[in-house]
């Protein structure tokens, strides 16, 4: 079981990333997944999240309107549109998984984990 987050990289304010999350050794479709970030200093923090189905988003208020969360469950994928990014979004951002269509924002709920991929936004 296994979550592989890519797509990080250095980029400038305004700029836009995307990152990738796929799911090996379990059905990504049965579970509801997040995005964390964390950045040094600071306690991992929820940015996204989205239903096993795809149908409902959530999202941290410092992101509303800049990233988008969504899903290909034929590719046990999920992904995070980042646009506008801001300095302040540079973190390492990781994704999770938890067999639920709920998708709180309590990182402790959650029972897989990816390796994080590092973001980096210079202004």
């Known amino acids: 079981v296994q979550l592989q987050a890519s797509g990080g990289g250095l980029v400038q304010a305004g700029g836009s990333l995307r990152l990738s999350c796929r799911a090996s050794?379990?059905?990504?479709?049965?579970?509801?997944a997040g995005w964390f970030r964390q950045a040094p200093g600071k306690e991992r923090e929820f940015v996204a999240g989205?239903?096993?189905?795809?149908?409902?988003?959530s999202y941290a208020d410092s992101v509303k309107g800049r990233f988008g969360a969504s899903r290909d469950n034929a590719k046990n994928t999920v992904t995070l549109q980042m646009n506008s990014l801001k300095p302040e979004d540079t973190a390492t951002y990781y994704c999770?998984?938890?067999?639920?269509?709920?998708?709180?924002?309590?990182?402790?709920?959650?029972?897989?984990w990816g390796q994080g991929t590092q973001v980096t936004v210079s202004s």
């Open positions: 999770a998984a938890r067999p639920s269509a709920v998708v709180p924002q309590s990182a402790n709920l959650y029972v897989y």
């Open positions: 050794g379990f059905a990504l479709n049965s579970y509801g």
């Open positions: 989205i239903s096993g189905s795809g149908g409902s988003t």
